[in-house]
């Protein structure tokens, strides 16, 4: 019954930005802390950033300065700005959700990112 759905991947060239949306249904979104992670090819999944329930923010120190992760509770959306982009960053970006009563972990499919010229 739960969903994350995430969008605004795309190709962008180097030193471009974007934004990728999550959105969540089926969930108490407010009570959930919200995480992005990446996976590029032949490498391991790597946390990107985090948000909690009170707004707390955390950045991986290769994303620092550059990427800032919010969230919409009336949305029940997270999102994920992305500036100053290199080819580095290229990867498949996935949604998580982590929390609720049962502190129970849900993933979205993923939307990819690509950075080149």
């Known amino acids: 019954q739960v969903q994350l759905v995430e969008s605004g991947g795309g190709l962008v060239q180097p030193g471009g930005s974007l934004r990728l949306s999550c959105a969540a249904s089926?969930?108490?979104?407010?009570?959930?802390?919200m995480g992005w992670y990446r996976q590029a090819p032949g490498k391991q999944r790597k946390l990107v950033a985090t948000?909690?329930?009170?707004?707390?923010?955390d950045y991986s120190d290769f994303v620092k300065g550059r990427f800032t992760i919010s969230r919409d509770n009336a949305k029940n959306t997270v999102y994920l700005q992305m500036n100053s982009l290199s080819s580095e960053d290229t990867a498949v970006y996935y949604c998580?959700?982590?929390?609720?009563?049962?502190?129970?972990?849900?993933w979205g499919q993923g939307t990819q990112v690509t950075v080149s010229s």
């Open positions: 998580n959700a982590n929390g609720g009563f049962r502190q129970t972990t849900y």
């Open positions: 948000i909690t329930t009170g707004g707390n923010t």
């Open positions: 089926g969930v108490i979104f407010r009570v959930y802390t």
